[in-house]
């Protein structure tokens, strides 16, 4: 369980994930799981569809992109 504000927690999780392309190995990091599980119960506690990826996007304080643009712009993330 974390112990900082859910803002901070928003800011943490944005900031990884713009990570992953250059370091894949977060994807598989506890901390990371962990981290979007409690977000993604936030974000539902508060109505948001997590599987809507514009919803929560927004949620989190991303700019919001169409999935056509989302997919145009998504690259494979290999494993090192």
Same mark, same amino acid.
């Given at each position: 369980?974390?112990?900082? %504000? %859910? *803002?901070?927690? #928003? @800011? @943490?999780?944005? $900031?990884? =994930? =713009?990570?992953?392309?250059?370091l894949p190995e977060l994807m598989d990091t506890q901390f990371l799981y962990e981290l979007q599980s409690t977000l993604q #119960?936030?974000?539902? $506690?508060?109505?948001? !569809?997590?599987? !809507? =990826?514009? $919803?929560? !996007? ?7 992109? $169409?999935? *056509? /643009? ?5 690259? /494979? @993330?290999? %494993?090192?």
């Amino acid at each position: 369980m974390l112990v900082c %504000p %859910p *803002s901070e927690q #928003k @800011i @943490i999780y944005r $900031a990884l =994930h =713009h990570q992953l392309s250059r370091l894949p190995e977060l994807m598989d990091t506890q901390f990371l799981y962990e981290l979007q599980s409690t977000l993604q #119960k936030q974000a539902q $506690a508060e109505g948001v !569809d997590v599987s !809507d =990826h514009g $919803a929560w !996007d927004a949620w989190l304080g991303n700019d919001v992109a $169409a999935c *056509s /643009v989302r997919n145009a712009k998504r690259a /494979v @993330i290999k %494993p090192r």
